[in-house]
């Protein structure tokens, strides 16, 4: 979402600034600016609404001079886009600051600020951060020093840069919840979201820890400090960059280096979108606390993957927040008479943002006027479902090549646990259960990169579906759907027929297809539905079925004659759906790969449908 850069250089910065915002855009933004210390010792401004050539154009009519500066992409969260309401933001002509990320205390803080005489002329929670730096300045007489007290009192997340007009060539940065990366030039430092943002300039970065507070000064001096304000050392790293998401880099497809991204792109799902113990409900949109607290029932329409997601999304939401909700396959939601209950909320899902069925969804849906608001998830900043939805969650999963979708599926999936977190706030979901979810977000990524590490024991477990024609997944609760998905992938890149059913449908008639020539691929998470779905695999191997088991390692299951087990990490049981969705990939993707198909790029199909 919202990009940050900085510099202090032995130069004029505006172009490096310039060219740092133009590397951001993909994060999906919908104003720029940014601002300089001139030779004259004053602060100077552009800002434009719209795309960066907007603000490049500003800047050719009106070019800022100066050795130190910031710069800013804004998605709109407080305030609409406007160029008053772009960053940076400055207080008195004194300082400017710009910031990603949500304050949660800002009504708070603007009251109290608006008593001392200070005027806004924005309507964001960020020209707080400005007016409370520079009262804090003129008291200390010290930029570093005032911006550690104003951070300290600032609750939500944040990435934050910030300069004064009384200290030349100092630009000061902190972050919390949201990435700031510094970048070590010769004799020059700079500040940015991404390293991307900067690569035109260094290869060499120190990414900041949360908590961290950063000062960069004339020379390239950088001191950091961390959350309790000591002297901070941190490693700084050559950035080993490449052709980025055009290449494959060391893996074979784009769809396996995609699988093995998940870790990291769930880790920027969740970035900027967590306080301590609780989600940010302002992430999705500046009206989503009071959109959500009328919010009586849910209607989730996608296709396909994103179909799934949904699917799953319904369990969580009605076990974490006591609101219904109806999953409707895009492609038929228009060619039905819908019962819209009152206050339904309308939810899509698209990796694109242009399918075509779910956009028609959306449109039908606005256009009859029945629903309370949309809520659209989606990967692809500017998309058109981006731009028609009320509000909107981007999943941050980046370049997604590969047709079959894998990154974007899972980053749905973790897109939708904070939609139901956020509702479930706003609903009164005790707090102990919002701190337990939240806590084991935190530490999902992890427990992603080490289901990945069964790569090689996945890849030999797949020559058992060499000679398969037909294939039988099976799951309960949460995780039929998940079973759908791994079906999916499979017949999508190995042209296996494969087909999914909740696992206590079996007796009542997909049993009968069982057979020594229909392997069944079931996953067991260590949840309340085990002893019933061990039940259905004992039905499986009386058969003469063999099985292949994604099981929780506390579980008990070992593999014998007709049953192979491979054992995945404990995972909170309503996360449990992200995690084993990952094996399924990995078993479709090696299948197909024994099975010599088109692994990026199968037959028939296309990355983004936008036809009907």
Excluded at 246 to 264: D, F, N, V
Excluded at 328 to 337: D, F, G, H, I
Aim: glycine residues 8%; negative net charge.
């Amino acid at each position: 979402m919202c990009g940050i850069v900085a510099a202090v250089a032995q130069r004029n910065v505006q172009n490096i600034l310039l060219e740092g915002l133009r590397r951001l855009e993909y994060r999906g933004y919908d104003s720029a600016g940014m601002a300089v210390r001139d030779g004259k010792g004053q602060l100077k401004r552009q800002r434009a609404v719209g795309k960066v050539a907007a603000l490049a154009e500003r800047l050719q009519g009106e070019s800022l001079v100066g050795a130190s500066g910031i710069a800013h992409t804004r998605w709109a969260t407080h305030g609409r886009p406007s160029e008053p309401n772009a960053h940076p933001h400055q207080s008195r002509n004194r300082l400017a600051v710009v910031h990603n990320g949500i304050i949660e205390n800002y009504e708070a803080l603007r009251q109290e600020l608006s008593a001392e005489g200070y005027d806004f002329e924005s309507e964001t929670d960020t020209e707080v951060i400005a007016h409370l730096l520079e009262r804090e300045s003129r008291k200390t007489g010290d930029l570093l020093t005032a911006f550690k007290q104003v951070v300290a009192g600032l609750d939500g997340a944040y990435a934050l840069a910030a300069m004064a007009v009384d200290e030349p060539n100092v630009v000061v940065g902190a972050r919390k919840g949201s990435p700031l990366v510094v970048g070590v030039g010769i004799d020059e430092a700079f500040l940015a979201s991404d390293p991307l943002a900067l690569l035109q300039v260094t290869d060499r970065f120190i990414y900041l820890l949360e908590g961290d507070v950063v000062r960069l000064s004339e020379g390239g001096r950088i001191e950091i400090f961390d959350s309790s304000g000591t002297v901070a050392e941190r490693p700084m790293q050559t950035f080993e960059h490449g052709d980025g998401a055009s290449s494959k880099g060391q893996y074979r497809h784009y769809m396996l280096k995609e699988i093995h991204e998940q870790p990291a792109v769930i880790a920027a799902a969740l970035e900027g979108r967590l306080a301590e113990y609780a989600v940010l409900v302002e992430s999705f949109g500046p009206s989503a606390e009071g959109l959500f607290q009328r919010v009586r029932n849910i209607h989730i329409v996608a296709c396909g993957t994103s179909y799934h997601a949904g699917m799953v999304a319904r369990y969580w939401l009605e076990r974490y927040t006591g609101v219904p909700v109806q999953v409707e396959v895009a492609s038929e939601y228009r060619y039905r008479q819908v019962v819209v209950p009152e206050d339904t909320l309308f939810v899509t899902l698209s990796q694109s943002g242009e399918t075509a069925d779910t956009l028609a969804a959306l449109r039908f849906a606005m256009e009859q006027g029945n629903y309370l608001g949309s809520l659209g998830i989606c990967n692809v900043p500017g998309s058109s479902l981006v731009r028609e939805a009320d509000l909107t969650l981007m999943t941050q999963a980046g370049p997604e090549i590969g047709v079959a979708s894998t990154k974007a599926f899972t980053t749905q999936l973790t897109a939708l646990m904070l939609f139901t977190l956020a509702l479930g706030r706003v609903k009164g979901m005790p707090e102990s259960e919002q701190s337990e979810l939240v806590e084991a977000l935190r530490i999902l990524p992890g427990q992603c990169a080490e289901v990945l590490k069964l790569d090689d024991a996945i890849e030999v477990l797949s020559t058992a579906f060499a000679e398969k024609q037909h294939a039988l997944f099976l799951g309960r609760g949460a995780h039929f759907p998940i079973a759908q998905e791994g079906a999916l992938k499979l017949k999508e890149i190995s042209y296996i027929h494969a087909e999914a059913y909740p696992a206590g449908e079996l007796k009542h008639g997909p049993l009968a297809l069982v057979d020594a020539e229909m392997p069944v691929i079931s996953v067991a998470p260590n949840d309340e539905l085990l002893d019933k779905l061990k039940s259905n695999l004992q039905e499986v191997r009386a058969r003469g079925g063999e099985l292949f088991v994604f099981a929780d390692e506390n579980v008990g299951l070992v593999p014998a004659e007709g049953i192979q087990v491979l054992h995945l990490p404990h995972i909170h049981e309503a996360l449990a759906p992200i995690l084993y969705t990952l094996p399924l990939q990995l078993l479709s993707y090696h299948v197909a790969v024994l099975k010599g198909t088109d692994v990026d790029q199968p037959r028939n199909l296309a990355k983004s449908v936008t036809v009907e």
